[in-house]
């Protein structure tokens, strides 16, 4: 008898010591921590204000424009991109503060949170880590930031600006990024019917609709539809296609294109630089495999 109160008396100690503890593990009480990874990796430093305005805002660029799971190094090519971009924009407009409004997405701290939720500390600090690596870092050419154009993917190789905004630009040339193909939904298909395709295209409904050239990139320099004649870029945008880069073909009363590749092809791409970085390539290698000839710079 002795033994058994000897047993209860031990079982109810447990329980009076273990169940609080129990009940917060099951409540989520000790995963409001960081996540354990974050804790390894990046540690609440990452998380403190960056230096300038200027630095936030490239923060902000980044979690808006590349994956926060892309490895560190390619998270430091966008980076420097981003300020480059940034930078460019401010001196053209003769502006000594940060303008919101130049064309690349931006989230705020705020919006981070609300995109990753629980995954904010890791994905924040692991930007923060890549932007603050690179403070005040820009590429230039011939001493002037350059237009740091990029794109989510491409088809296999980008596109020469020449090709895209009908000017040459000595540092945006096209170059290999077969890395590209593997990136998700590298490949997409539209089906539009050949009469809706003519309403869009201000052709009649039985014309022809066939790609003419192509760039030595690959992507689509000339569509012939009827007796009109449309660039790539121009098909892309009339038909919301993720990219220049397409094939077309007639299957019955329907026209199905298909696409590879995502954005305007020029610059680095980002799903690339992802690809290059997990090859062990740095930074500065990645950058200057997408922008030919270029130098870096510290903003003084």
């Given at each position: 008898?002795?033994?058994?109160?000897?047993?209860?008396?031990?079982?109810?100690?447990?329980?009076?010591?273990?169940?609080?503890?129990?009940?917060?593990?099951?409540?989520?009480?000790?995963?409001?921590?960081?996540?354990?990874?974050?804790q390894?990796?990046?540690?609440?430093?990452?998380?403190?204000?960056?230096?300038?305005?200027?630095?936030?805002?490239?923060?902000?660029?980044?979690?808006?424009?590349?994956?926060?799971?892309?490895?560190?190094?390619?998270?430091?090519?966008?980076?420097?991109?981003?300020?480059?971009?940034?930078?460019?924009?401010?001196?053209?407009?003769?502006?000594?503060?940060?303008?919101?409004?130049?064309g690349?997405?931006?989230?705020?701290?705020?919006?981070?949170?609300?995109?990753?939720?629980?995954?904010?500390?890791?994905?924040?600090?692991?930007?923060?880590?890549a932007?603050?690596?690179?403070a005040?870092?820009?590429?230039?050419?011939?001493?002037?930031?350059i237009?740091?154009?990029?794109?989510?993917?491409?088809?296999?190789?980008?596109e020469?600006?020449?090709?895209?905004?009908?000017?040459?630009?000595?540092?945006l040339?096209?170059?290999?990024?077969?890395?590209?193909?593997?990136?998700p939904?590298?490949?997409?298909?539209?089906?539009?019917?050949?009469?809706?395709?003519?309403?869009?295209?201000?052709?009649?409904?039985?014309?022809?609709?066939?790609?003419?050239?192509?760039?030595?990139a690959?992507?689509?320099?000339?569509?012939?539809?009827?007796?009109?004649?449309?660039?790539?870029?121009?098909?892309r945008?009339?038909?919301?296609?993720?990219?220049?880069?397409?094939?077309?073909?007639?299957?019955?009363?329907?026209?199905?294109?298909?696409?590879?590749?995502y954005?305007?092809?020029?610059?680095?791409?980002?799903?690339?630089?992802?690809?290059?970085?997990?090859?062990g390539?740095?930074?500065?290698e990645?950058?200057?495999?997408?922008?030919?000839g270029?130098?870096?710079?510290?903003?003084?």
């Amino acid at each position: 008898m002795k033994k058994q109160c000897g047993f209860l008396l031990l079982y109810v100690v447990v329980a009076v010591l273990l169940l609080p503890l129990l009940l917060t593990m099951l409540c989520g009480g000790l995963g409001q921590e960081l996540p354990q990874e974050a804790q390894a990796l990046y540690g609440l430093a990452d998380l403190a204000p960056l230096d300038t305005e200027l630095e936030e805002y490239v923060a902000g660029v980044v979690a808006a424009e590349m994956p926060a799971a892309f490895p560190e190094e390619a998270l430091k090519a966008q980076a420097v991109a981003a300020r480059t971009y940034q930078v460019r924009q401010m001196q053209a407009a003769g502006s000594r503060a940060v303008l919101y409004d130049v064309g690349q997405a931006y989230l705020s701290e705020a919006e981070q949170k609300e995109k990753w939720g629980e995954g904010y500390a890791l994905y924040a600090g692991k930007i923060h880590s890549a932007v603050r690596a690179t403070a005040g870092e820009i590429m230039t050419y011939d001493g002037e930031p350059i237009l740091a154009a990029f794109h989510a993917q491409s088809g296999g190789r980008t596109e020469d600006a020449a090709h895209v905004w009908n000017t040459a630009v000595p540092y945006l040339k096209s170059v290999d990024s077969k890395g590209d193909r593997q990136a998700p939904n590298n490949e997409t298909t539209v089906t539009i019917a050949a009469k809706a395709l003519a309403e869009r295209l201000g052709i009649a409904g039985d014309a022809a609709v066939s790609v003419r050239k192509r760039t030595e990139a690959g992507y689509v320099a000339e569509v012939q539809a009827g007796s009109k004649t449309f660039s790539g870029r121009e098909i892309r945008e009339r038909l919301g296609l993720r990219s220049a880069d397409f094939t077309i073909a007639k299957n019955g009363d329907s026209y199905i294109f298909t696409v590879h590749g995502y954005g305007h092809g020029a610059g680095m791409s980002q799903y690339g630089a992802s690809f290059l970085a997990e090859q062990g390539k740095n930074y500065h290698e990645i950058l200057r495999h997408y922008y030919t000839g270029i130098s870096f710079s510290i903003l003084e």
